[in-house]
């Protein structure tokens, strides 16, 4: 593994213990809660359709099937707050391969050794790749487990599929962080690029289905390409897997063209 790999996971390394640990903690807060919806179906899931009516109700995914096991996993795991919380786990650590280390000073050191700006940017995202993956890995794990725990009766291939694409999600905003920070040198940018692509590209695909306003911009967001194959009910979304990981492809391109052309003051 090249040194900068290998020094960017060590620099990682308590970052990404405490975002697999917090990741498992919120699964298992919410899948604990499944046994006791299953013996109450009816009970739970009018009260989930009046806790959150119309508008709300298309953000959390529209509740289809929310007693079942596979639509309290969609619904509560993979629609939104899974998702989000590996989106903040990527955004902090793409902000930390450029753009943090440039506003402290520590990046000009780095850009003394003899290595191009090229590889650079490279090994940082290789970093960031890895690092998320192992918090996939073993968050998957753990979802899978604690769901044949609590008697979900979803196939390890259909939770495999959506934590794919919940990897190759992170893995885009990751790299969109890392884009921005190579583009301006600056955290708080990035950050700020990041929350507005998350947010408004929910909005857009989760609202979008319904309002016709808002149905092209669909195709835009990168939450279309992990949540319209519908993984956990139809397993994987191959198409819709590749345009993000092309989608992240372009990003990185970009990220390490505008590294390099920068001057970063050294």
């Known amino acids: 593994m090249p040194a900068l790999v290998s020094k960017s996971l ?8 405490g975002w697999t640990i917090g990741i498992i903690a919120f699964f298992g807060l919410y899948l604990s809660f499944y046994p006791n919806i299953a013996q109450h179906p009816d009970l739970y899931g009018q009260a989930a359709l009046a806790k959150f009516p119309g508008p709300m109700r298309e953000l959390m995914g529209g509740l289809e099937g929310f007693t079942s096991g596979v639509g309290y996993l969609h619904s509560l795991v993979y ?19 450029i ?8 990046l000009e050191l780095t850009l003394t050794l003899p290595i191009d700006r090229r590889r650079l940017v490279f090994e940082r995202f290789a970093a960031l790749a890895l690092g998320l993956l192992g918090v996939a890995v073993v968050t998957f794990l753990a979802v899978w487990a604690l769901s044949s725990a609590v008697g979900m009766g979803v196939s390890p291939g259909r939770i495999l599929a959506g934590h794919t694409g919940v990897f190759l999600l992170a893995l885009f905003f990751g ?10 040198g600056r955290r708080g940018i990035a950050m700020a690029v990041v929350g507005v692509v998350a947010v408004g590209g929910y909005v857009v695909e989760s609202m979008g289905r319904n309002v016709d306003a808002l149905s092209w911009l669909r195709r ?12 956990l009910y139809q397993g994987l979304p191959a198409g819709d897997y590749l345009v993000l990981a092309g989608a992240t492809v372009a990003l990185l391109l970009v990220a390490i063209l505008a590294f390099d052309r920068r001057d970063v003051g050294v």
């Open 220 to 231: 835009l967001s990168p939450f279309r390409y992990y949540l319209d194959g519908r993984p």
């Open 175 to 184: 790299t969109l962080a890392l884009a921005v920070g190579a583009a301006v």
């Open 99 to 106: 753009a943090q280390p440039e506003e402290s000073g520590t």
């Open 79 to 97: 629609q939104l707050f899974g998702p989000m919380l590996f989106v903040v786990c990527a955004a902090v650590l793409g902000n930390r391969a």
């Open 10 to 17: 060590r620099d990682y390394r308590r970052a990404l213990a």
